[in-house]
């Protein structure tokens, strides 16, 4: 399982954190009644990198649950769990206490005749380190006779070439499984010149970069008793979330039609409903959208004017956080520089940590007068 985000609350809502735990809590759930051996944690454990007690705390109880049942756990770090400042990240306090195993600085770990080995989150400005660093584990597991599993928080440029970082051409043959973490969309494909399936199971949960949508969370359990790698899905409850488009003068009876559908589920869900023609009462729209209030747990609403022929990309990306880097491409004129601010700065941004993401900026800046022959940054700006 990857990217379950503890401690993160869409719209600062309690009841979106206590679904994230109890995403969690039914992965957790589901291990311990199909009798797994080994839960792998492809990172982004935590939402930011400081996360509150109560996410530690859930950390903490599922693992104990897994313990207890002589359960292993490994883990690597994403972006969300590490500090670009300072600091030790809050996983690593499990691994001292023996309730997980880290794997993520490239160190071979076997365990039932299985081989693991992982890397943590590598930046953009570090990839060509990370492609060195799997070619050598490339080598230290070919002899070996059982199976061997690579973990990865990594975006694949062969599923996404707005977010990701490194190909599948990276990647090295002598694996027979890839366990990989980053996109929170689920992937799952065998490519001809690696050694067995690699699997992005997706994000438990629907976080900040994904926008409302309808759309399934679960994890993969994957048996390996046999030479090739058998991957079984499994879907997780979670709470509904639903966007419509919606003329403004058919939106009273359309609403009624959304209620109906919202009292048959099971849970309050989140909507969103996109409004669209030109001439558009705003006033009549919110009230109109007032009897949602009691219906769902959360509702945003917006207004699409749909006569604009103005159009961002040519090709409409998957999810927020490729709309944004291509926003801030154009924007800023730069790729890398875009790159920097959506993957690296926005995450310590969006979860609070101010003081950190004013740290990490710093260092860049700091760096940045290298970059310019030792020149004093603020001399060479025309800003």
């Known amino acids: 399982m990857s990217d379950i985000h503890l401690g993160y609350s869409q719209f ?31 990172g982004d454990i935590f939402h930011t990198p400081k996360p509150e007690g109560s996410a530690i705390v859930k950390f903490g109880d599922q693992l104990k649950r897994l313990k207890e049942r002589d359960i292993r756990v490994f883990f690597v770090l994403g972006e969300h769990d590490v500090s670009r400042v300072r600091g030790v990240p809050v996983p690593f306090a499990f691994h001292n206490i023996g309730f997980a195993t880290y794997l993520g600085n490239g160190k071979l770990h076997e365990f039932d005749n299985t081989l693991l080995i992982g890397f943590d989150k590598f930046r953009a400005s570090e990839i060509d380190d990370l492609v060195h660093r799997l070619k050598d584990a490339d080598e230290r597991v070919k002899t070996f006779n059982g199976h061997r599993i690579l973990v990865l928080h990594q975006g694949l440029l062969d599923f996404n070439k707005y977010a990701g970082e490194i190909a599948s051409n990276d990647l090295p043959k002598n694996f027979t499984y890839y366990a990989m973490g980053h996109y929170h969309d689920r992937y799952e494909q065998k490519f001809d010149r690696l050694g067995g399936p690699l699997v992005y199971p997706g994000s438990l949960e629907l976080t900040s970069s994904e926008g409302i949508r309808e759309t399934e969370k679960g994890f993969y359990i994957v048996d390996l008793s046999a030479e090739e790698p058998r991957t079984h899905w499994h879907k997780l409850d979670i709470r509904p979330q639903m966007g419509v488009s919606v003329k403004y003068d058919e939106l009273s009876a359309r609403l009624d039609e959304l209620a109906e559908k919202i009292m048959a589920l099971p849970k309050k869900p989140v909507v969103h409903v996109k409004v669209t023609d030109r001439d558009i009462d705003s006033k009549n729209v919110a009230n109109i959208l007032s009897r949602l209030t009691n219906l769902v747990l959360h509702y945003r609403w917006d207004i699409i004017d749909e006569s604009s022929s103005y159009t961002l990309l040519e090709e409409r990306p998957r999810d927020i956080e490729t709309e944004l880097f291509e926003l801030a491409k154009k924007e800023l004129g730069n790729e890398e520089v875009a790159r920097f601010a959506v993957k690296e700065l926005l995450p310590l941004l969006e979860s609070g940590n101010t003081d950190e993401a004013f740290g990490f900026a710093w260092q860049v800046y700091e760096r940045s007068a290298k970059w310019l022959g030792g020149k004093d940054v603020r001399e060479s700006s025309t800003g």
Do not use: H, M, P, W
């Open 12 to 42: 600062n809502l309690e009841e979106r954190e206590e679904d994230v735990y109890n995403a969690f809590a039914q992965a957790v759930d589901t291990s311990i009644r199909e009798g797994v051996k080994v839960v792998i944690l492809a």
